[in-house]
């Protein structure tokens, strides 16, 4: 298995890289950015604790390297500042996004590759993804609402005392200001965590889930550990065929009522991408956000579709 990421120089590429070293699992990771000495730096350090973990090929690359892929990771763009949201970066990394995929449309592709999309606004691209590029929409994949789930989660479990893993909760809908949480679902190893936290604990978990992003950039600059170890989720469940079902982006046909529009619900991840979506039973109130998450993407694309 080949995975390239275009962006590998920057922050969340070279941390996904890093994941993915750590696990040992994909064979060759091509490090591919803007930026070719970043890259071919990243790489290197890479390179040079290979003996300590597996047994791979890492190099850095240019953009025509990436033809022969199994799976094309895209994280180059630009980062939100602080107080932007993520669809204000839509008019900044749209046109960066496209340059990418032209360049993409000139190479001979595997026609089994997989595209991972990374960079935000991330379900807009995800469809730019799908519908400029012209890739059947069951090989892309967005990361979506993975790392806030993860993220959510993982307070979930620091504010109660649990375990992190045997924590169950999902955020769907848009990887942006409408995420939706989803409580009714939500679980620590089977016991529903609405008996364990109180509504104030709920709010304030998701209230800093939603805030998480902004948080970490504000004080480190941008998101890295956390997204890399999610990218990783992704491309292991590609990789190994694992059929995981996980909350990502992928174009939606019907589920709660919604088509075209590219968000996360629990969707099952194989060696063929997005190999089912699910769409559970939940609150009225929870199918209400993700279909607010709907609306306020097809505006964005309806935007952004005629440039
Ligand atoms: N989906 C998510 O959950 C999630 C989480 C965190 C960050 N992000 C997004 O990931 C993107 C990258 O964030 P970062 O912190 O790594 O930023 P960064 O600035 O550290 O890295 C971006 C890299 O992209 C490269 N680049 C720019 N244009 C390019 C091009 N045309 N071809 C190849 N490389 C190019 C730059 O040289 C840079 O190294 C941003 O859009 C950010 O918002 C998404």
Known sequence: MKVSIIGGGGRVGSNAAFALQCAGLVREIALIDANADLAAGEALDLLHGA??????????????GAADSDLICITAGLRRKPDESRLD??????SLYKSVLDSLKTMRLKT???????????????????????????QVLGLGTLLDSTRFRSLIAQAGGLPPTQINALILGEHG???????????????????LLSPAQQAEI???????????IRRKGGAGYAV??????????????RQRILPVSSQMNG???LKKVCLSVPTVV?????????APELWPKEIAGIQASARALEETWGKISGK
């Open 112 to 138: 089994s590759c997989i595209f991972l999309v990374v960079s935000n606004p991330v379900d807009v691209l995800t469809r730019l993804n799908i519908e400029y590029l012209g890739w059947p929409a069951k």
């Open 177 to 195: 200001d409408t995420m939706t949480p989803i409580w009714s679902t939500a679980t620590a190893a089977g016991v529903p965590l609405m008996k």
């Open 206 to 216: 998701f209230k800093q889930t939603q805030a998480a992003g902004a948080e970490v």
């Open 255 to 257: 589920p709660y009522g």
């Open 270 to 278: 194989g060696r063929g991408g997005v190999e089912a979506v699910l």
């Open 228 to 241: 890399g170890l999610s990218i990783a989720e992704v491309i292991h469940s590609v990789t190994l065929n």
């Open 89 to 94: 970066l839509i008019n900044r990394n749209v």
């Open 51 to 64: 003996a300590l973990a597996g047994d791979q090929h890492i190099h850095a690359s240019d953009l025509a």
